[in-house]
């Protein structure tokens, strides 16, 4: 099992960059594929990007692509999400989430762990 803390969201102006850290607990992180979710008021959870044990598998939703990037760092047990060209479409919680697999998904009902969340308000 892992304890998932996400952390770098606040207040950015339409347009601006955000970079979110998830740190994990535990000494077996590598072993997890890893995730990244938005969830806005009164919508469902939605797919974010992803990235395997290994991090050359990556994937994203097409809304983010060549925006965002996700990226790990299994020496400090951390998952980022590097978000540029902030829309205001994009304001919601933003979750990380990990699964017991060499790849994950995009349906969130297939993760194992998930953070509290963290917090992205883009304002124009």
């Known amino acids: 099992q892992v304890q998932l803390v996400e952390s770098g969201g606040g207040l950015v102006q339409a347009g601006g960059s955000l970079r979110l850290s998830c740190a994990a607990s535990g000494r077996t992180f590598s072993s997890y594929a890893m995730g990244w979710f938005l969830q806005a008021p009164g919508k469902e959870r939605e797919f974010v990007a992803g990235i395997g044990r290994s991090s050359v598998n990556t994937f994203y939703a097409d809304s983010v692509k060549g925006r965002f990037t996700i990226s790990r760092d299994n020496a400090k047990n951390t998952v980022y999400l590097q978000m540029n060209s902030l829309q205001d479409e994009e304001t919601a919680v933003y979750y990380c989430?990990?699964?017991?697999?060499?790849?994950?998904?995009?349906?969130?009902?297939?993760?194992?762990?998930w953070g509290q969340g963290t917090q992205v308000t883009v304002s124009s």
């Open positions: 989430a990990g699964k017991t697999a060499k790849l994950g998904g995009t349906d969130y009902r297939v993760y194992d762990y």
